[in-house]
């Protein structure tokens, strides 16, 4: 008999207590369940594709992904985040419409309810896994849901333990309770809808009503990192893909969707550490998951090899259209969602660094955004206040077709590139941040990858790739911070006024417009002021320092 592919061959070495009597588990008796429920613990994926086989509208895909539909919430449900005030973190919490308020009643009821309906299936999935490749760091994780999907989605997007760490696991540090399927009670004092993702820090625990988008697993540990990190260790916690180069230099890219973050970071001449969640700490930096949740909208060989061909055995599509008979995907189609999703192990990308961690300290800080107003310069190198003021800010543009309803390009601000996970105040963040970058003397920058010669809906083009990676080269080369420079207006930036492969006058955006100098003032004046009044709900806590790296209006 053939060995088995490696993939399958990987998936096997995880989880040898997939068909657990229930009565040898003691999940029975701490959740009070079924004495009959089987309970499949840290199943392997090919015992999670069989289980995951019954449930409605899953499929394998022509290349061995299993693809599951996640019903009506096919994204993330940010107003139903809440937190539960109690009296260990309500003193730390960044209280608003990031992070709603929840009593402890509130919380029971929801826990309950979980509980309950938890207690209604005749199957259970238990998923034990870390979150936080770097063991002085990590926290033990516990996932219980009632979907093989969601089982394998955690699998995949948290670290396995090894045998013998499975074996000693002992009691998680955080419990996730997934009874997604199940409405939260409208009733209870604070609930706003059906859906409820709420995070208990006193208690550890996590409780997920009325959503079976598997983000919301993914994205609830996240916020937890939030939190712990800063709070115990000191640990910066960040929304950022990272990679190291050859000489051991390491790069974080910060950026929203859109931005170029995952496909900038994904270069063959450096290794993958991850593609969207890391830590800071005093030793170098580390991942937080096991694996990659990568959008699937346009996906195609040719954009991004790496990504398309993880999409095998193992792997999870979430919410495509595809063939009824072949299983072969339609990545452009979006009529379920925009955000369509794949979700894969981390050693699935060839370039991937295993371990996923460096104990070096980043070299480069690369905030990126995608200007659809085309005054931003595609790159300028920042002061330590000019990176808090950024990194706070989390500027980017929406564009037409990748949310509906939107018919022209929307400035956006997302506070720490990742607003919706944070739970501290952004500017404890960005303090940390400022305060690495000075003692480990790295370089900062903000790199536009969006339009030049004009705004997106007047003209403009989108800065070709090839220069972008033109500027992305000189950065980690070493050559632009050797570069001469000049000041770029209103935003006050430092712009290079040469890069070897990069037209100069695309370097300076005043110099490329096609409009008149009139409309490029009158565009730049416009997007300093939307920095300025976006940034009016962070200055209560920002330093003079840092409130004067903002625009001049």
């Known amino acids: 008999m053939a060995p088995p592919p490696a993939a399958v061959e990987s998936a096997l070495d995880f989880g040898n207590k997939a068909n657990i009597k229930s009565n040898q588990d003691p999940l029975v008796h701490q959740l009070s369940l079924n004495p009959d429920v089987i309970i499949r613990h840290n199943a392997a994926p090919p015992t999670l594709y069989e289980d995951g086989l019954t449930e409605k509208g899953t499929t394998i895909s022509s290349t061995g992904a ?17 937190i539960v005030e109690e009296s260990t973190s309500a003193h730390n919490i960044w209280w608003g419409p990031v992070n709603k308020q929840v009593n402890e009643l509130t919380w029971k009821i929801s826990r309950s309810r979980a509980l309950d309906y938890l207690r209604t299936r005749e199957k259970l999935f238990v998923v034990d896994a870390f979150a936080g490749w770097d063991p002085r760091y990590r ?3 516990r996932i219980i849901c009632a979907r093989a999907y969601h089982a394998l989605f955690m699998t995949n997007m948290l670290i396995k333990p090894t045998p013998e760490e ?3 696991f002992g009691e998680p540090d955080f419990t996730v309770y997934n009874a997604g399927q199940f409405p939260a009670n409208v009733h209870t004092k604070g609930m706003t809808s059906s859906t409820s993702v709420e995070i208990n820090f006193k208690d550890m625990e996590m409780v997920i009503l009325g959503t079976e988008y598997a983000g919301e697993m993914k994205k609830g540990i996240f916020t937890v990192m939030f939190y712990l990190m800063p709070i115990k260790h000191q640990v910066l916690t960040l929304h950022s893909s990272c990679n190291q180069g050859q000489d051991d230099d390491i790069s974080l890219f910060f950026g929203l969707s859109g931005t170029g973050k995952t496909t900038l970071s994904a270069d ?18 580390f991942n937080i998951e096991g694996g990659c949740y990568a959008k699937c909208i346009d996906l195609s060989a040719e954009k991004e ?7 095998k055995f193992g792997a999870i599509l979430e919410n495509v259209a595809y063939d009824p008979e ?35 300290h980043p070299s480069n800080i690369i905030l990126l955004t995608c200007d659809a107003s085309g005054v931003l310069p595609p790159v300028s190198k920042l002061t330590n206040e000019q990176v808090m003021y950024h990194f706070i800010s989390g500027y980017t543009s929406k564009i037409p077709g990748t949310e509906e309803g939107v018919t022209e390009p929307i400035a956006v601000f997302s506070a720490c590139f990742g607003q919706p996970f944070l739970v501290l105040h952004p500017m404890k963040y960005a303090q940390q941040l400022a305060d690495k970058i000075s003692q480990h003397k790295a ?43 000049e000041t770029f207006p209103v935003f006050n930036l430092n712009i290079p006024k040469a890069i070897e492969g990069v037209p100069s006058e695309i370097l300076n955006p005043a110099r490329s417009w096609t409009k008149g ?37």
């Open 517 to 553: 100098t009139d409309s490029f003032n009158a565009e730049l004046s416009k997007l300093a002021g939307k920095f300025v009044e976006n940034f009016k709900t962070y200055a209560d806590e920002a330093t003079p320092e840092v409130k004067a790296a903002a625009p001049t209006v």
């Open 66 to 82: 299993l693809m599951a539909f996640s019903g009506k919430k096919t994204g993330r449900s940010p107003k139903d985040k809440r």
């Open 268 to 285: 063959p001449k450096r290794k993958l550490i991850g593609d969207d969640e890391h830590c800071w700490s005093d030793q170098g930096v």
């Open 443 to 485: 370089r900062a920058w903000l790199l536009n990858t969006g339009w030049v010669g004009a705004s997106a809906s007047t003209g403009g083009k989108r800065c070709p790739l090839k220069y972008t990676r033109a500027i992305l080269d000189a950065i980690h080369s070493g050559e632009l911070a050797k570069a001469e420079y």
């Open 305 to 311: 090899p790496e990504i398309f061909n993880a999409v």
């Open 139 to 141: 926290i033990k994780v």
């Open 326 to 360: 072949t299983k072969v995907v339609d990545y452009s189609d979006s009529t379920i969602t925009e955000n369509t999703r794949c979700s894969y192990p981390v050693e699935f990308i060839p370039s991937a660094k295993i371990p996923c961690l460096a104990d070096v």
């Open 166 to 168: 499975l074996e000693n």
